[in-house]
């Protein structure tokens, strides 16, 4: 079991960044891909970007360039800092554990943290 806990939402300006963290207990971290999605009012959640066990990423073309997301796996803590904010990354921001153990797949989700972008 994996509980995950998102913090570092608010409310920014357009141009600013924000760093997200989601702290994550109860397992092994380290063997977790983990990732960010997010969904704003009326859309569906969409994933922002991912980070493997062996630290490869990936990030959705929206965010590319602006959001890095790293882990620090002595902290069981991933983060996602993201800089030249647009009023169209507002959106409730979650974290995502998973992992594939042989035939066995597990996910897990924060509770979220709302980040909103002013113009």
């Known amino acids: 079991q994996v509980q995950l806990v998102e913090s570092g939402g608010g409310l920014v300006q357009a141009g600013g960044s924000l760093r997200l963290s989601c702290v994550a207990s109860?397992?092994?971290?380290?063997?977790?891909?983990m990732a960010w999605y997010r969904q704003a009012p009326g859309k569906q959640r969409e994933l922002v970007a991912t980070i493997t066990s062996g630290r490869s990423t990936n990030y959705a073309d929206s965010v590319k360039g602006r959001f890095t997301i790293s882990r620090d796996n002595a902290k069981n803590t991933v983060y996602l800092q993201m800089n030249s904010l647009k009023p169209e990354d507002t959106a409730v921001y979650y974290c995502?554990?998973?992992?594939?153990?042989?035939?066995?797949?597990?996910?897990?989700w924060g509770q979220g943290t709302q980040v909103t972008v002013s113009s």
């Open positions: 995502n554990a998973a992992r594939v153990s042989g035939t066995t797949y597990t996910n897990y």
């Open positions: 109860g397992s092994i971290f380290s063997m977790y891909a």
